[in-house]
């Protein structure tokens, strides 16, 4: 039986995972997700290409059965990626930028099963709406440093949930992985779900 292998750090993915009874093992792939070659995609584009690479890399550093899970996301504002903000500064103007409005969460996917080598990739996008933020939000929202290390800037699962009254697909998605998705793909490998959840 194949280990679940999650090609990220993002404790948000490990929760939804675990959350839904899998034991995924965590290795980081440290790919550079700040290149000219990412950066000049379409955010469409831009988020299905690193979950691949994420996929691969980790790839490359395992001997043993495994279905590897790569993810990226970022919000897609007027064709616009905002990844992860990184200063306050830069977090305070986007929240002022799409208070009020709304985007697309794309997150790419790919998964990987080593043993019978094939690949499943894609992208789930699902529409995110924010209300209008008063200054007074944004800095308060900003100075929780939750924003600053996230896709878009945003939680919906945590100190960003009162400002995003409406989305309009699936909720998973924009936390980090699309849990339906990734049931799909199983599925397509030829797994079941309780079987994916005795793999560990």
């Avoid at 996008?125 to 945003?154: Q, R």
């Avoid at 849990?179 to 599925?187: D, E, H, S, T, V």
Wanted: charged share 25%; glycine share 8%; net charge negative.
């Amino acid at each position: 039986m194949p280990r679940i292998v999650l090609a990220s750090q993002s404790t948000s993915r490990r929760r939804l995972l675990t959350d839904a009874g899998l034991k995924p093992t965590i290795i980081v792939s440290n790919v550079d997700e700040e290149t000219d070659f990412f950066n000049a995609m379409t955010p469409e584009d831009m988020v299905i290409a690193l979950a691949i690479s994420k996929a691969h890399t980790v790839r490359e550093m395992i001997d043993y059965p495994a279905i590897i899970i790569g993810c990226d996301s970022t919000f897609d504002v007027d064709g616009v990626s905002f990844g992860k903000p990184g200063t306050p500064e830069v977090a305070v103007k986007r929240a002022k930028k799409i208070s009020g409005r709304t985007g697309l969460l794309h997150t790419g996917h790919c998964i990987i099963d080593t043993e019978r080598g094939i690949e499943i990739a894609d992208r789930v996008t699902t529409k995110v709406t924010f209300t209008d933020m008063t200054d007074e939000e944004i800095t308060d929202y900003v100075a929780s440093e939750e924003p600053l290390h996230v896709a878009g800037g945003f939680t919906l699962d945590g100190f960003g949930s009162p400002f995003i009254p409406v989305i309009e697909g699936d909720y998973t998605n924009v936390v980090g992985i699309s849990m339906p998705f990734l049931r799909n793909a199983m599925k397509q490998l030829g797994y079941s779900w309780p079987q994916v959840k005795e793999m560990s």
